[in-house]
């Protein structure tokens, strides 16, 4: 493998808005096993850029002769590929409890904090991509993002129902794994980055326990997710 | 400690009919460390019978001069007591993601069972125990079980949406923990059970990943949850 990856990594109209939550597991991954790697800023409409890939969506991860796709096959790449770097699983029941962490974040989690953020995130995309973004969501959403916009109130409300579960883990814990962060941390601590970068607005209480965690994930591996400018 | 542990256990009108998740728990992470118990059958309304453990719900677990109380502490007393038997959650980082798992189902996925099922569930229930029930349980959901029974379609097709991280979950592995089942199969799989316990309408198609999951959680620890008859 090469000294140094590359990482095809989503970005706004700001090249610096790296925003999507699947590409920040990826690098926190990276950081976790002290995998040096260089970004390209990439755009939803860039297709052609990772066409090499053999698809069109980010992560694509570039690794010498490798080019690996999909975060949760990358995650487990690096794992298996670097086993001597700091564990991203701990165990192989490590492993299978994080897929779930990975599943529940991807398709509740995601859609929870997508009703309340995607308005504010339409606007910091690159010209190119907004009509692509507004098109394929707004059908997927079944309604618009002017109405999501409005309902902005209620589904930050909403939210927090979902978020019960975990707020409730890490009163117990410092990380969902354990005293120390791993894969199922980046994973959902990357949902908050991704709600960081893209919205101004507060998804939770600043006192509660998912809020300090979020402030330790911001810290870890040297302030990497902090050094990503909020919205 | 004794040989043959004492469980006391939430029984309906028949007292075959063990229904609650969190005493399920206790049994399948005995049943999965080889240690024999004697379950006692007893009623959310004989909180004199388990006095002596300081407060008033089962699971109560009492091993020789130990009385343990709140599945989730049984579980790492279970673990950290007996740590030759077969392991609960394989790691330190699989004990924090089962956490995890049991804050899910406790917090999500039961209530959306629940929405479903309790209105069935009141039936099965001992005489003694109906008026107690229905009035924690009408003031805990804000609504009658008629009302919750009139929505059984609508509560069925919300609970899909809960399960769909469990179900891809369970497309990929075997059992939550990985080739073989641990805790957090306990845990999930027992909200399963109570339902299978307490009502006879079908949670989910018997095609998905979670059926096949559940059968084979119902055949485990020599068909432990299936000898219990289905409601």
Redesign the interface.
């Known amino acids: 493998m090469s000294n140094t990856m590359r990482l095809y990594d989503l970005a706004g109209a700001n090249e610096l808005a790296r925003f999507s939550p699947y590409c920040w597991r990826v690098r926190l991954a990276l950081a976790h096993k002290q995998l040096p790697v260089e970004t390209v800023a990439w755009r939803f409409t860039d297709k052609a850029a990772i066409a090499f890939s053999g698809q069109g969506k980010v992560p694509v991860l570039v690794d010498g002769d490798h080019c690996v796709v999909d975060s949760w096959v990358i995650a487990e790449y690096l794992e298996d590929t670097y086993p001597d770097r700091p564990s991203l699983?701990?165990?192989?029941?490590?492993?299978?409890?994080?897929?779930?962490?990975n599943?529940?974040t991807?398709?509740?989690l995601h859609l929870a904090i997508a009703r309340a953020i995607i308005s504010d995130l339409a606007k910091i995309l690159h010209p190119q991509d907004m009509d692509y973004f507004r098109t394929t969501r707004e059908a997927a959403f079944g309604t618009t993002f002017e109405n999501l916009a409005t309902a902005q109130v209620a589904n930050i409300e909403a939210l927090q129902?979902?978020l019960?579960?975990?707020n409730?883990?890490l009163g117990?814990?410092a990380?969902?794994?354990?005293?120390t962060p791993?894969y199922?941390d980046h994973v959902a601590f990357s949902a908050f980055q991704w709600a960081r970068v893209s919205s101004p607005i507060s998804l939770i209480p600043t006192n509660s326990s998912i809020a300090t965690w979020r402030e330790r994930m911001l810290d870890a591996y040297d302030g990497l997710a902090r050094a990503t400018p909020a919205s």
């Open positions: 699983f701990g165990s192989a029941v490590g492993r299978s409890l994080a897929r779930f962490v599943q529940w991807s398709e509740t129902r979902v019960q579960p975990l409730s883990t117990q814990q990380f969902l794994a354990g005293d791993s199922a």
